[in-house]
């Protein structure tokens, strides 16, 4: 395992049960969508109407929104910015900080009000850190066993000829 | 920080371009991005200013096919070169997993290419990643301009090495691009040095392009077996 490069992993139950708090939030709020990213602009889970927009490129972006006011934070003297909203005629969003590691993404129209998704998330994003500690703490006991790809040495040689 | 997706069944990579401004790092995202098949890619999303000039990075994710049942997803990003960019470059250096460094090959351009190394190791140290530890491949780019220098001397200053202190390591270990060269090997004072294996390239044709990103995404898969 190379130094500095932390994997992570989850597995289906982790999966299913971020989606069930993901879809009560969309049910509490009436929000359109909701994903989570990964800082280094994954894209994890989308729950809701499924976007119409490349769900990848909106993952970057996102990481490198947060990324980039992370750092208008601390030249204000802030350690971190832990929401962000951004105003559209029709369409918002509203992004929030899990554990430091994962941006929930809620993305609502004039269904709803900012006010309740900004209240809604707040519990949401008590729970998802709740699991994602439990998925990074599994992760680094993990570290020190045999990778997926353990003994696959072959098959990645294969992979690229 | 590779993703594993058990859900999707996915892994998912990030590979950083880094390198000095106008060196051709968005040039090798394009030439991938031209020559994978529009299924296996998604769009090519640029962060650029009015001169094309890359302002916070270039990004692209291709599929390099699958293994054990999960896809290989690679997530490519080119960082802006120009030194007064760092802020954002070092953003997009959070959570890599392999770094391309593409030096420009022209002799003018010998201490750009210096200024932009020391950055890396800067920036990369400041998250607490080693470099040395880490996928990492060097591609001497336009190699076929008339001023280009010697691939000695760019390998000397570039890529002279590092040590390696652990002693299981130190074994003459030969280069599987290079044919006659040593990734690891030991100098005539008796340190152990290992190099970052490099690739000539010239990326506004495409040659090299894709044994770089090649070597670079089985180094990081690597890590993972």
């Known amino acids: ?161 | 920080m590779s993703m594993i997706n058990y859900a999707s069944r996915e892994i998912n990579c990030k590979i950083v371009y880094y390198g000095p401004g106008l060196g051709g790092k968005t040039t090798n995202l394009e030439h991938v991005y031209g020559k994978v098949k529009p299924d296996t890619r998604g769009k090519l999303i640029s962060l650029a200013t009015e001169t094309e000039r890359t302002l916070f990075f270039d990004f692209l994710p291709v599929d390099l096919g699958t293994i054990r049942g999960f896809k290989t997803r690679f997530h490519l990003y080119t960082v802006p070169g120009q030194v007064y960019y760092n802020a954002s470059r070092k953003l997009i250096l959070k959570g890599v997993d392999g770094i391309v460094f593409v030096a420009d090959s022209q002799v003018e351009r010998m201490e750009a290419n210096l200024e932009a190394m020391q950055n890396l190791y800067d920036n990369m140290a400041e998250y607490g990643y080693d470099l040395t530890k880490m996928p990492f491949v060097i591609q001497y780019n336009k190699r076929d301009l008339p001023n280009a220098a010697p691939l000695a001397e760019l390998q000397q200053s570039l890529n002279p090495g590092w040590e390696v202190t652990d002693t299981a390591r130190q074994k003459v270990t030969a280069d599987q691009f290079h044919p006659g060269e040593n990734i690891i090997e030991q100098l005539p004072t008796g340190e152990w040095v290992e190099h970052a294996t490099y690739f000539e390239a010239v990326a506004v044709t495409g040659d090299g392009v894709f044994d770089t990103l090649k070597a670079v995404s089985k180094l990081v898969l690597k890590t993972l077996a």
């Open chain 1, 1 to 161: 395992m190379a130094v500095g490069s932390a994997s992570w992993s989850f597995t289906e139950e982790d999966f299913n049960a971020i989606t069930a708090t993901l879809q009560r939030f969309l049910g509490e709020t009436n929000a359109r969508c909701a994903l989570l990213v990964d800082r280094s602009g994954q894209l994890i889970a989308t729950v809701g109407e499924q976007p119409t927009f490349d769900p990848t490129a909106f993952a970057t972006l996102t990481a490198a929104d947060f990324s980039a006011n992370d750092q208008l934070a601390k030249l204000i003297g802030e350690s971190d910015f832990n929401s962000l909203f951004h105003q559209g005629e029709k369409e918002s969003m509203y992004l929030a900080d899990i554990a430091r590691r994962v941006i929930l993404v809620a993305l609502f129209d004039n269904r709803t009000t900012l006010g309740l998704v900004r209240l809604k998330i707040k519990d949401t994003v008590l729970e998802l850190t709740k699991l994602f500690h439990d998925v990074f703490t599994r992760g680094k006991s993990a570290a020190s066993k045999p990778g997926l790809l353990s003994g696959a040495d072959d098959e990645i040689d294969q992979l690229f000829g």
